[in-house]
């Protein structure tokens, strides 16, 4: 294979590593696909090393070995699954090497993001399932519902002001202590514990803790130590808003 063609191997190999990764994808899963997609265009040797914040990549015949870095995740499995497609398509010999890196930066170009209304919604609505889900009153729905829709907007707006998810997490939960803490005292909630429970769940990084997991399962020590202490740092920040509430 040319040297010509092994780059462009190598930079839609990097891209379709970089759209998973930025999206929630698993590092081994990356890896894996980053891989696949070259085997598929004729590439018989290639490395991938991918952490949480960057990817490199290197083919045998290429001396150059390229280095990604990834500075934002975000949680967007329908991305994930469109890579995945692309790469599955690649290795049936469905798509040509101009075909498929025109169809991963249409994806990675995407904004498909439902709007903050929605997103809000979604979580004061998940915010008082998870109160029932936890044995609390229906009476305490709507109080949930309430917390939880702040505490969202809150954690929206200030990670958009501040590049710091721990300040941002602190502040979301911090909000819904005091939300929850007044619904209370103005007698519009009754169980301020079930009441705080249920509306800090939006926050708590569940997919972040399986990835981690699955990571460490897989082998990948360092993918799943990193994201294992992002998820004790978000569990903390989250704890330490309401503990802060309590004890003022």
């Given at each position: 294979?040319?040297?010509?063609?092994?780059?462009?191997?190598?930079?839609?190999?990097?891209?379709?590593?970089?759209?998973?990764?930025?999206?929630?994808?698993?590092?081994?899963?990356?890896?894996?696909?980053?891989?696949?997609?070259?085997?598929?265009?004729?590439?018989?040797?290639?490395?991938?090393?991918?952490?949480?914040?960057?990817?490199?990549?290197?083919?045998?015949?290429?001396?150059?070995?390229?280095?990604?870095?990834?500075?934002?995740?975000?949680?967007?499995?329908?991305?994930?699954?469109?890579?995945?497609?692309?790469?599955?398509?690649?290795?049936?010999?469905?798509?040509?090497?101009?075909?498929?890196?025109?169809?991963?930066?249409?994806?990675?170009?995407?904004?498909?993001?439902?709007?903050?209304?929605?997103?809000?919604?979604?979580?004061?609505?998940?915010?008082?399932?998870?109160?029932?889900?936890?044995?609390?009153?229906?009476?305490?729905?709507?109080?949930?519902?309430?917390?939880?829709?702040?505490?969202?907007?809150?954690?929206?707006?200030?990670?958009?002001?501040?590049?710091?998810?721990?300040?941002?997490?602190?502040?979301?939960?911090?909000?819904?202590?005091?939300?929850?803490?007044?619904?209370?005292?103005?007698?519009?909630?009754?169980?301020?514990?079930?009441?705080?429970?249920?509306?800090?769940?939006?926050?708590?990084?569940?997919?972040?803790?399986?990835?981690?997991?699955?990571?460490?399962?897989?082998?990948?020590?360092?993918?799943?130590?990193?994201?294992?202490?992002?998820?004790?740092?978000?569990?903390?920040?989250?704890?330490?808003?309401?503990?802060?509430v309590l004890s003022l």
């Amino acid at each position: 294979m040319q040297k010509t063609n092994l780059k462009e191997v190598m930079e839609i190999s990097l891209l379709a590593g970089k759209i998973m990764l930025e999206n929630g994808a698993e590092t081994y899963r990356v890896e894996d696909t980053m891989n696949r997609i070259a085997r598929a265009f004729g590439v018989e040797q290639c490395e991938s090393f991918v952490t949480p914040t960057g990817i490199i990549f290197s083919i045998d015949d290429v001396e150059q070995t390229k280095l990604v870095r990834v500075f934002e995740r975000t949680t967007d499995l329908h991305k994930v699954d469109l890579v995945n497609s692309i790469s599955r398509r690649i290795s049936s010999g469905e798509l040509s090497m101009e075909e498929a890196l025109l169809a991963l930066k249409q994806v990675n170009q995407s904004k498909e993001e439902y709007p903050i209304w929605i997103q809000v919604f979604a979580a004061s609505i998940a915010s008082g399932c998870f109160l029932i889900m936890f044995q609390g009153l229906w009476a305490d729905f709507v109080p949930a519902m309430v917390a939880g829709g702040l505490g969202f907007i809150t954690l929206i707006y200030i990670h958009q002001l501040v590049k710091i998810k721990f300040f941002a997490e602190f502040l979301a939960s911090f909000v819904i202590g005091v939300t929850a803490y007044g619904l209370v005292i103005w007698d519009f909630g009754v169980q301020l514990d079930k009441i705080i429970i249920g509306s800090v769940m939006p926050l708590v990084p569940g997919l972040l803790i399986t990835s981690a997991v699955r990571d460490l399962m897989a082998g990948h020590l360092v993918a799943g130590l990193s994201k294992g202490a992002e998820a004790f740092l978000t569990a903390f920040a989250i704890g330490a808003g309401i503990a802060a509430v309590l004890s003022l």
